[in-house]
T-cell receptor, first 113, second 112 residues
Framework: AQSVTQLGSHVSVSEGALVLLRCNYS??????LFWYVQYPNQGLQLLLK??????LVKGINGFEAEFKKSETSFHLTKPSAHMSDAAEYFC???????????FGTGTKLQVIP | EPEVTQTPSHQVTQMGQEVILRCVPI?????FYWYRQILGQKVEFLVS????????KSEIFDDQFSVERPDGSNFTLKIRSTKLEDSAMYFC??????????FGPGTRLLVL
């Protein structure tokens, strides 16, 4: 079985400040990890994914995440927040194959001008 | 870029009515999924479908739910007799061979 835990249901940052959204995973086998973003009243957009290649993964809109096996973490970062980054972010895990994706509870990011 | 599409974007129905939510997965994808997100809650897995049969289903996916791939392009979720608690955003997803699932924009279902 696999699961992800997102610490902090709400995160507020100032425009231009570092964004750090935390995600820890639990998996019995090497997982595939994802970050999805959901803008208000919209669907789920893939931000980035870890698939056992490079541990530092770059995604769209300047986001990146680092897979740390020793810490079972896959935190999402962005050096400088933009107003348009305000959205809900979901960390997710799958074991591959036809396996389902298991989502975290989500973190709502607020960007303060 | 290919994308998953879903229709309708919004659906309002009366309790006890049947609804069919439609999805068109990305054309060369082989695995299909339905998820739902109740307002304010996390996204939950409902069912996966491969080679014209259900691969896995969650405890949410009871006898009131069914899925079908009626032709080479559509993938549908039917709820036979809707309940108030079925009100949610329903997402379709598809994938090819690799691990990444691509999600559609969702159908917001409201049961009155």
């Amino acid at each position: 079985a696999q699961s992800v835990t997102q610490l902090g249901s709400h995160v507020s940052v100032s425009e231009g400040a570092l964004v750090l959204l935390r995600c820890n995973y639990s998996s019995s086998v090497p997982p595939y990890l994802f970050w999805y973003v959901q803008y208000p009243n919209q669907g789920l957009q893939l931000l980035l994914k870890y698939t056992s290649a490079a541990t530092l993964v770059k995604g769209i809109n300047g986001f990146e995440a680092e897979f740390k096996k020793s810490e079972t973490s896959f935190h999402l970062t962005k050096p400088s927040a933009h107003m348009s980054d305000a959205a809900e972010y979901f960390c997710a895990v799958t074991l591959g194959g036809y396996q389902k994706v298991t989502f975290g509870t989500g973190t709502k990011l607020q960007v303060i001008p | 870029e290919p994308e998953v599409t879903q229709t309708p974007s919004h659906q309002v129905t009366q309790m006890g009515q049947e609804v069919i939510l439609r999805c068109v997965p990305i054309s060369n994808h082989l695995y299909f999924y339905w998820y739902r997100q109740i307002l304010g809650q996390k996204v939950e897995f409902l069912v996966s479908f491969y080679n014209n049969e259900i691969s896995e289903k969650s405890e949410i996916f009871d006898d009131q739910f069914s899925v079908e791939r009626p032709d080479g392009s559509n993938f549908t979720l039917k709820i036979r007799s809707t309940k108030l608690e079925d009100s949610a955003m329903y997402f379709c997803a598809s994938r090819e061979h690799q691990e990444t699932q691509y999600f559609g924009p969702g159908t917001r279902l409201l049961v009155l």
